[in-house]
């Protein structure tokens, strides 16, 4: 079989050395430090308040005022100077005269003086002159006035101002992942936009002669592009932005524009390995860097990862069960940490015994699918990395270090779950 | 104080007696599922592949081609018969003529015969004739013929026909959160739509004259509506769609007009108390059912529910702590188990060892904030509800059931992590 010279480099390299995942991993987080820098990944953008949870806050959050900005009463009842209730009780009623109301939004205007009261409600305003809030249930209410029953020390049942939040006060740190009360929080100390970490673009390029585009029906000889739709839902969940045109035809030129493309990652799937019509390590070595080629792991050990022009370049293979391992384990992680988050997967993870003993080849780590069933995880019997139906019949997986031989049945073992 | 008539009723029921949690989730329970029926929450509406990750598949998918839809290679090497590899061995290599080749989408046309191979690449379909591969390894290739030095058995290194799935296959039951591994499954046999439930319309209303719009800033006397966003992102969370107009006044005609928005769920936020100024509790009482008012519980103990034309109506607590405990507990359970979801909570529950005591009293749940410290779970000092900012710094919340006064330090309790 006659060579072209890009291709020669690959394939007498070949996959004799296989790269450990460990050893990949360590080039990727360089790749990915040195991209973010010390602390900020990417650049910072600015999103309506509605549209932040879930988004990656870029800066410090740190309130421009006090929340509240008055101070407001913590209780139904009545706005008073505190002096004026010693002694109050059931057996000594003392009466006070009632000059007006407090309501949220609506502040009684005037000062609160010696034997006078406010009624108030929860959220209002305390009144100038008023020191404490009598509860509406230590008193007997007439038309005019009231009959204390109780006595109250001065501030009680008033949040002062600031009391929740204090101008100055750094409410979220850099780096959040914005929950829904943060968002909240966010809204109560005046922000409308929200400074957020930009997602990371990522380029999907899907080769393959043998492939229709996504959405087509499938035909003699021909197979529907499932890793492109998948890869762009992978992307999502993983805080990117996700491009996916269309298959690219399996020529390197049209490779090389599309790995071209703008864009912080590309994910090139299908054409990664050895084989005669695998351009993409080629293309990386001629334009850029082929950093890794062949992982020692199964599945995906055709996986390569590279850079091209500033661009992290990850080849994933093109069988679905594969690219879907290659992406978790090495893409994902780094469109992760260049959005600013954590590079841990995001599947819980669970210890269960097996219910079936898993054999795996020293020297690589395994990736199993695995069932959950009613007393433990069930490894499924499917070995082919093209069936993409073993992910989605499967629960999650289990992983088998280099230095093991595998687990007999009843090993307690981490099921990484799927969802 | 004078009572409006249609307030009476509400005021004089207050909250002497307030429904468990286990009853109110029950009354809960009953409603959503007089909602969905049987099997089919909402109703089933059809979206893009492309966004069909996340969503809630309505009703079984079911394959109708054979995926693959030929016989293919699944490796690199040479369609044969494989009669024609008997006895060959590296000591007894059998020539065999090359006629011709097959690669992925490009299928060889011809029909392969006794002695004759073609040279075949993984994913390409298995020319007429040939019922093996003969792996590249185990061949001595030469310019138009191959010498092979190993044999195969009928049906070797060749994926079937279907065999990833046969047609007719269901390939992912009803009720199934698409996974993105599933989305590559629908590609691949042929889905440009995806049948999914609709997501339930969840109108937000936030009542409140002290309360100024998402996105102003606040000012004397008024607070920036924090509930408004913090219920819509839970909402979109859960896998709702939400409407938040702005801030509604606290007046009944206006808050009635907006429970009766187009909408499944409505939330009302503010004003669903005992107080003077709590409206929505005797709209519902009038207008439609208040099943529900005063819940046995710490923080929220304000909550309503009931129905008005159809909708669900919940009245949360103005205060944003309890509005967020309120919601997590009822509305978001209802809105997740009308969209097709579990209506388990999203947060991951971890086992962790108190470092300081909760007291609690007998006959109310109590759910209390915490912070995770290296050595356990940490109650937050901060009682106050209306103390958003507690939910931004705790980890997550420990529940304390109504039989408990409370676990002293070193109790093992479930955290359930806000993230």
């Known amino acids: 079989m006659p060579h072209t010279p890009e291709t020669a480099d690959v394939r007498m390299r070949g ?10 991993l360590k080039w990727l987080d360089e790749q990915t430090e040195r991209l973010t820098g010390v602390a900020v990944p990417l650049a910072t953008e600015a999103v309506p308040l509605d549209g932040a949870a879930g988004r990656v806050l870029a800066v410090d959050a740190t309130s421009p005022v006090d929340v509240p900005a008055f101070d407001r009463s913590m209780m139904d009842g009545f706005a008073l100077r505190s002096a004026d ?15 007006g ?48 029953q109780g006595d109250v020390s001065p501030g009680k049942h008033v949040g002062r101002i600031g009391e929740d939040i204090a101008a100055g006060t750094v409410v979220l740190p850099a780096g959040r992942v914005l929950r829904p009360q943060d968002v909240g929080v966010l809204s109560s100390i005046g922000t409308a936009e929200v400074p957020v970490v930009r997602q990371p673009r990522v380029r999907i390029v899907v080769t393959g002669n043998e492939l229709l585009p996504a ?14 739709p998948m890869l762009s839902a992978l992307v999502r969940r993983d805080g990117g932005t996700a491009v996916h045109p ?55 050990s055709p996986t390569g990862m590279g850079r091209l022009d500033g661009r992290l370049v990850f080849l994933l293979p093109g069988n679905p069960v594969s690219c879907l391992c290659a992406y978790d384990f090495f893409a994902g992680r780094a469109i992760r940490v260049l959005g600013g988050r954590s590079g841990d997967w995001p599947y819980r993870r669970h210890r269960l015994p097996l219910v079936r003993k898993i054999a795996s080849a020293v020297g690589r780590l395994d990736c199993t699918r695995v069932r959950v069933v009613d007393n433990g995880a069930e490894p499924l019997a499917i070995a082919g990395a093209s069936m993409l139906t073993s992910t989605t019949r499967a629960d999650g997986f289990v992983l088998v270090p280099p230095d093991s031989e595998g687990y007999p049945p009843g090993t307690e073992v981490d099921v990484y779950l799927y969802d």
């Open 246 to 300: 269309g298959v690219v035809p399996d020529e390197p030129e049209a490779i090389l524009e599309a790995i071209r493309s703008e864009a912080d990652v590309v994910l090139v799937s299908g054409g990664s390995s050895v084989g005669e019509e695998d351009y993409a390590p080629a293309l990386l070595i001629e334009h850029g860097e082929l950093a890794i080629h062949g992982i020692a792991m199964r599945p995906s």
């Open 85 to 99: 209730t010693i002694g109050a009780s059931a057996y000594n009623r003392l009466e006070i005269g009632v000059i």
């Open 15 to 24: 996959f004799a050395r296989r790269t450990t995942v460990d050893d990949a």
């Open 101 to 148: 109301k407090s309501m949220p939004g609506r502040p009684f205007s005037g000062t609160v003086g010696p034997g006078q009261a406010v009624r108030i409600m929860t959220g209002a305003p305390l009144p100038d002159g008023a020191d404490a809030v009598l509860p509406a249930e230590m008193v007997e209410i007439g038309d005019d006035r009231i009959l204390a």
């Open 215 to 228: 959405g087509s029906k499938p035909e003699s000889n021909k197979i529907v592009d499932s890793n492109g």
